[in-house]
């Protein structure tokens, strides 16, 4: 009877520190799931920044580019178009 009761606790005990051991790793996936969001609305942000800057300079030319003037045909074999 006193060895049952001792491998009881001795169960009880092991369960406990399985629990403790369980929980510190939910909170320590929380913590990378929150530092995860954060760098995503990070991104997020930046997308939308680069996405104005990019629209905002879209219909101007740098002066070393000339604009586009039109679609040119390949050319295939022996120089034809094709």
Do not use: N
Request: with cysteine; charged share 35%; net charge positive.
């Amino acid at each position: 009877m006193h060895d049952e009761i001792y491998r009881l606790k001795a169960t009880v005990t092991t369960l406990r520190m399985q629990v403790k051991g369980l929980a510190y790793e939910l909170r320590m996936r929380d913590i990378r799931l929150a530092e995860k969001d954060r760098r995503i609305a990070e991104l997020e942000r930046r997308v939308q920044e680069l996405t104005k800057q990019a629209a905002g300079s879209a219909g101007a030319c740098p002066r070393h580019t000339a604009p586009q003037r039109g679609r040119r045909h390949r050319l295939g074999q022996a120089g034809e178009p094709d």
